[in-house]
């Protein structure tokens, strides 16, 4: 799949999670190139239609992106429970098992999934795999790096710290944390590794996304169209 092509599958993707919020939703807004399609067609929709919709951005880029398209921002503190998210992901297996946070939001997009009644998964085709085998990013903090990162390789990945392109040093999160990314190979069992990362102190959340699988639709863009899949 070229560049134009896969542009075109996110375009798809973003804009038919777009089509499928309606009146008075309010929505959790992920990070990354695909979701920004949704936002736009959102944008379009608050313009044209009139639309009426709040948005819980998951980053500093998603707000900054929101406000330019024109959609109203809040914030878990107001709205505990979200209607519905849309988000992007790096990998998604047959299952509806995901790996995200090649974006280093993965902290705040969790909290995101987590308080959303339902979540849609926007993707191009490149995303989908029989098995999970990016690297996991782990969010971690700065004091705590060290052993988190010893502990990481026990688990059996050599982790590397996330290193920003446009600056010298480490990529900071939005929280004021370190990433690891952590190559694990090919990820037999998902869900007993974001369960071992998990207790792990310093480990403040990784990118494996496995207790949500009932409320994803994943919504895979296409050329043209999309395919969508879920498990309800
Ligand atoms: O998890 C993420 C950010 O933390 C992104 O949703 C994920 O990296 C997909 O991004 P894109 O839609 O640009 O491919």
Redesign the pocket.
Known sequence: MDKAQQAAS?RNAGYHAAEMIKDGMVIGL??????FFAMERLGERIAEDGLSITGVPTSYQAAIRARRYGIPLSSLDEHPKLDTAI????QADPDLRLI???????LR?KCVCDAAREVLI??DPT?MVETLNAPVPVEVLPFASAPVSRRLAALGASPVLREGVKKDGPVVTDNGNFILDCDFGAIMDPESLETAIAAIPGALEC?LFTAYREKITVIVGEEKGCRVVSLH
């Open positions: 996110k992920g990070t990354g190139s695909t979701v988000d992007g992901a790096d995200k946070g090649r974006g280093a939001a993965l997009e926007v993707v995303k990118g």
